[in-house]
DNA sequence: TTCGTCATGTAATGGGTTACATGATTAC
DNA sequence: GTAATCATGTAACCCATTACATGACGAA
C-alpha cells in the first residue's frame, strides 16, 4: 500500500496525455521516453496505476482495440487507462512547478522528457534551475577535491576527475538548450513586435536545432528487460 | 534489522583497510572517496557498521585518539572501528570478484574506487566487462532509438541523444583505461623477461598517467549534506 | 548562552525490485 | 507441442532516506 510515487507517477500521466494505453505497454514507453534506461517493473507500475485511478487521475476503460492500426476484433480483453480532465489538470500543474526539486537527476531527466507539452518560460526556468543546481556541486566537488588531493590514490583521484567532467558536460549542454529557448524567444519576439509575419508555429513548441543521429541497425526486440 | 546492502558494505570495508575510524569520520569519507557524490546517511551507516561487526569483519574500538595529530587527550568518546583479518579477506574477496554484477553503475563506481588495492587483472576484467555492458547498452538504445525515433518529440529525442552521448563518452574513458593497463603490463613483462633492470614499484600499482586537474578555490567546508 | 559541528543512534516511511502466480495468444 | 511474448497482478523483501532523540564540546 502507499505505492505513490513522484517521477513514475509523473511519467505514467504525460504519457497517457499523449494517448490512452494498457499497464504492458506503458512499461515499454517508460523505458524508452525517460533518459538513458530508466526502466519500471510491473511491480511499481501496476501499482501505481492502481492509485492513479484511486485519485480520479485516470480511468479504466476495459474494451480491447487501442492499439493504433489494431485491426483484428480478438486479441484479448486488456485494461486501458485513460487521462480524466482532473488527471490533465494535475499532471500540467505538477509540469508547471518550477521549484528546486525539478533540479534533480532523475526529476529534471523526467520534467525534460516531457518539455514538449510546457510553455518556454517554464523550461528556461527549469533549464536554469538544473544549471546552477550543477554548479553548486561542481564547486563542492572542486573544494572537496582541493582539501582531500594529497589524500587520494590515483584511481580514486581519476574517478572524481571523469566525474566532474562529466558534471562539466551536462553544464555545456544546459547552456546550449538554453540558448537554443532564447533564440527560439527572441524570434517570437520580434515577429511579433514587428507586425505578424510570415511563420507558422513557431511559438511554444520545441526550437531544437536538429542534429546528427546515428541510426545503424535497423532491428532488433523491444524489451528492456534482462 | 538485515541493513546489510553491498555496495555500501564494500566501501566501508575498503576504506577501512587504509585505516581504522569511526563513524562519523567514514560518512565523509564516503562522498569523496565513491563517484561523484554518493552520499550515504546515518540512517544507513550505523546499521551497517553494526551488522559488519555482528559478522567479524570489524570490531569496535572504544578508545578516542584514532585521528592523526590528535594531540589533547580530551574530546569525546568515540567508537572506533577496525577491519579483521577475516574483514580483510573478505573484503579481498569481494574486490576480487570479476562477475557481472561488477559492470553495474553503482557497483562499478565502487570497484573502481579500490582498483589500487587489486591485481591489474582483475582491474583489465572489470573495465572490460563494464565496457561491453556499455555497448550493449548502446547497441538496445540505437536499435529502440530506430523503431521508435517518429514517433518522439524534440526533447525526449534530445534526451535519448544526451543520454547515448553519455554513455558513448564513458566507454571512451574505459578505452583510455584500459589502454594504459596495458602498457603497464607489458612494461612490467618486458622488465622482468629482459633480466632485472632498473626500476622500482613499477609492477602491481596504479599506472595512471596524471592528467591536467583543476583546483581553484582551496576553501569551503566539509560536508555534503543540505 | 547559544550556536555550530562532532558524534551516535532508532522508528517510520518511501520507493523500488524479485520472485511468484496465472493465463491467453502467436510463431515455429 | 512448446517456446516466446503479451498481459495482469501480489507478497516479500531490500536498501535507502527523513525525522527524531540525545548529548558533549568549542567558539562567539
Redesign the pocket.
Request: aromatic content about 10%.
Given at each position: 500500500m502507499?505505492?505513490?510515487?513522484?517521477?513514475?507517477?509523473f511519467a505514467v500521466l504525460g504519457l497517457l496525455r499523449e494517448s490512452p494505453m494498457?499497464?504492458?505497454?506503458?512499461?515499454?514507453r517508460l523505458n524508452t521516453s525517460l533518459g538513458v534506461f530508466r526502466?519500471?517493473?510491473?511491480?511499481?507500475?501496476?501499482?501505481?496505476?492502481?492509485t492513479l485511478v484511486a485519485n480520479g487521475w485516470l480511468i479504466?476503460e476495459s474494451g480491447a482495440a487501442?492499439?493504433a492500426l489494431a485491426p483484428?476484433a480478438?486479441?484479448?480483453?486488456?485494461?486501458?487507462y485513460r487521462l480524466t480532465a482532473d488527471g490533465k489538470e494535475h499532471f500540467e500543474e505538477l509540469l508547471s512547478q518550477t521549484g528546486p526539486d525539478a533540479y534533480e537527476d532523475?526529476h529534471f531527466a523526467a520534467r525534460f522528457a516531457f518539455f514538449g507539452q510546457t510553455s518556454r518560460d517554464v523550461r528556461m526556468r527549469v533549464l536554469e534551475g538544473r544549471r546552477s543546481r550543477l554548479e553548486e556541486r561542481l564547486e563542492k566537488m572542486r573544494a572537496s577535491l582541493a582539501r582531500t588531493r594529497e589524500r587520494l590514490d590515483d584511481y580514486t583521484l581519476e574517478l572524481q576527475r571523469h566525474g566532474m567532467e562529466s558534471v562539466e558536460r551536462e553544464v555545456r549542454w544546459l547552456n546550449e538548450l538554453i540558448e537554443s529557448e532564447r533564440a527560439g524567444r527572441d524570434q517570437q519576439r520580434s515577429a511579433s513586435d514587428g507586425s505578424a509575419q510570415q511563420n507558422s508555429t513557431s511559438g511554444e513548441s520545441g526550437v531544437l536545432p536538429r542534429r546528427r543521429g546515428s541510426t545503424p541497425p535497423p532491428d532488433a526486440?523491444?524489451?528492456t528487460?534482462?
Open positions: 502507499s505505492r505513490r510515487s513522484g517521477i513514475l507517477e494498457h499497464g504492458y505497454e506503458l512499461r515499454k526502466a519500471f517493473s510491473y511491480g511499481s507500475l501496476y501499482p501505481c496505476l492502481k479504466e487501442g492499439e483484428l480478438g486479441r484479448r480483453a486488456k485494461i486501458v532523475e526486440s523491444d524489451d528487460s534482462k
